[in-house]
């Protein structure tokens, strides 16, 4: 692993109790200290394959040491950077909100509603970032699909001052509908660059994730091969919308609903703001999403729940997968 | 005696509480009240200050100085009382109101008494407690939609835009004092109500409606956690838990 292929990997849900020797061979292990303080252990983890990654757990070892609430995400992202990583990949148990989902299902965001309310989403910030108003986001939402081919809007930040955002063709026919405006919208208000937030996820690397999870599909015998990885029957290829929520206590159902009429498709509370601290330091993030139950007020949809080291050890499994197919891709040019 | 029932007044009328009870995040005050059905502890959870003016143009406008919200779950915990009603005294209602869930945006106020282990993971579904509920709206209250708790109130133009989705109570209290709560294993439910509506025969017609002893599961939510060892068995060693 040279440092223009160097992957960390993030695990989320159940990582503490996961036996990392049956996954991969544990060959080195550090503690970074960083301006926010030490970070977790990192592992180096070595496959078969000869796929080299760094590893950590966000909520600790052994045991559930800290809630996503208090994840020290400052400190983790800047010692993924310092250990010299090029792609940040985590895996995260979410709630599922979209009925069409099933638990025991893996997806992929490739958007973010950041309902986050008491972190710390920059390496520069004191403070954690404004508020979002669910009908400001509405409105402003309306306000950039009413002015529909505008190449430049100005809105005023909660924090004060204006954000001047100038929209690129792509990200017009982005903000056309209503529900992905409120997702552009969203970020404007946190007060980030919307350039860097509107795709917050790396597509080569989410791409990686989709075909490793894809295959571990097929090879687990969950979903039969219909057309390839191509599966009509899997949610892996699907466009998927994170809603990251502060916690520790879980959403209510009306909370939950209000997600849903704004487009989110599964709920966590891990995945803001690493995103968006990643994005600061320029490091490629992607993110793979294991359902694990339904959000409050959908159980009758699934009442199964699919917590503990399974979960955990078929998230590692496929991000090393694709972690080795980005590294390829890198190598290749 | 211990109260029945713990009821956290917001704005409170109670300039000067007959009592005080020590927390590790500030002391509470609160009075006593002795209703046929039992004792009711009534703790101040915010009080206004007159004529307080600020640098905006709003003169002589009362800000509220509120309470500690782990200060004041700790505090009916500490009590003795296994049922919490919080009361958000709000101009926008003619009649109590009982809410059936709840949306929560606000932002700077603690959220757990677990700030450096994994516990807190408490579950909203009910969002409040069933019994407690039904003893309000049994008492008289009305049964409402979601409550909605921000920071600020929102202008009318906001409001109707959440009246549209069927959300007409808007609150800048309640939470996360609720979730504090549940964390303690108390029942919790939240009574909307016309700022100068007289509590004391609400309260005591709740009280007929409650029974005596708990049959609802708040008083298990942290069970898990307590049986694996995680917690401690007195609950005063929950807080700050490193």
């Not at chain 2, 211990?2 to 002391?27: E, H, W």
């Not at chain 2, 003795?80 to 009361?87: D, K, M, N, P, S």
Request: glycine share 8%; net charge neutral; aromatic share 6%.
């Amino acid at each position: 692993m040279n440092n223009e292929q160097c992957v960390v990997i993030f695990g989320g849900t159940a990582a503490y109790s996961l036996d990392l020797t049956r996954v991969a061979q544990v060959v080195e292990e550090r503690i970074i200290e960083t301006p926010f303080g030490p970070s977790p252990p990192f592992k180096k983890l070595v496959t078969e394959r000869e796929t080299a990654v760094w590893f950590a757990s966000r909520h600790g070892e052994g045991t559930l040491e800290r809630s996503a609430r208090f994840v020290n995400h400052r400190a983790n992202v800047w010692a993924a950077g310092e250990l010299g990583a090029r792609l940040i990949l985590s895996w995260n148990g979410v709630g599922a909100i979209r009925p069409a989902l099933r638990v025991g299902e893996i997806v992929v965001p490739q958007a973010i509603m950041d309902w986050t309310r008491h972190r710390i989403g920059s390496f520069t910030a004191d403070e954690p970032a404004p508020p979002v108003v669910a009908d400001e986001l509405q409105r402003r939402g309306a306000e950039v699909a009413e002015k529909g081919q505008e190449k430049s809007l100005r809105f005023p930040r909660l924090g004060g001052g204006n954000w001047r955002l100038s929209l690129e063709p792509a990200d017009l026919a982005h903000a056309q509908s209503l529900r992905s405006a409120a997702r552009t919208i969203d970020h404007i208000l946190h007060g980030r660059d919307p350039r860097q937030t509107a795709r917050p996820f790396d597509e080569v690397a989410r791409r990686a994730i989709q075909v490793a999870g894809g295959k571990w599909q097929v090879a687990s015998g969950k979903w039969q091969v219909a057309n390839g990885i191509q599966n009509p029957k899997s949610k892996i290829q699907n466009p998927i919308t994170y809603v990251c929520t502060e916690g520790p206590r879980l959403e209510t159902a009306a909370e939950i609903e209000l997600a849903a009429d704004l487009g989110a498709d599964v709920v966590g509370m891990t995945l803001c703001p690493e995103v968006w601290l990643a994005a600061e330091l320029g490091l490629g993030y992607a993110s793979l999403c294991l359902v694990t139950n339904f959000a409050t007020g959908r159980w009758h949809i699934d009442p199964r729940r699919d917590f503990g080291p399974a979960v955990a050890e078929r998230g590692l499994t496929i991000l090393l997968q694709a972690a080795e197919a980005w590294q390829g891709e890198r190598v290749r040019g | 005696m211990m109260p029945v029932v713990a009821v956290l007044d917001n704005p409170s009328k109670i300039q000067n509480p007959k009592s005080k009870i020590a927390t590790p995040f500030g002391p509470v005050g609160y009075d006593r009240l002795a209703l046929a059905g039992g004792e009711v502890a009534i703790l101040v959870a915010a009080v206004h200050v007159s004529r307080f003016t600020f640098h905006t143009p709003i003169a002589n406008h009362q800000l509220p100085i509120p309470t500690d919200p782990r200060a004041l779950a700790y505090a009916a915990k500490a009590l003795g009382a296994e049922r919490v009603i919080a009361l958000a005294r709000d101009t926008g209602v003619e009649r109590p109101s009982v809410p059936d869930d709840f949306i929560e945006f606000t932002t700077g106020r603690p959220t757990t008494f677990f700030t450096a282990m994994g516990a807190g993971y408490v579950q909203q579904d009910p969002p409040f407690c069933p019994e407690l509920r039904q003893a309000l709206l049994a008492a008289g209250a009305e049964a409402a939609g979601p409550l909605l708790i921000l920071d600020e109130l929102p202008p009318a133009a906001g409001r109707d835009g959440w009246a549209a989705r069927s959300i007409n109570l808007i609150t800048t209290v309640t939470q996360p004092e609720g979730a504090l709560c549940r964390e303690l294993e108390l029942c919790f439910a939240v009574l909307v109500a016309p700022p100068e509506m007289v509590i004391q025969s609400f309260l005591a017609a709740v009280l007929e409606n409650l029974p005596a002893e708990r049959g609802c599961t708040c008083g298990e939510t942290m069970a898990l956690a307590r049986r694996s060892g995680r917690l401690a068995a007195d609950w005063r060693g929950w807080v700050g838990q490193d």
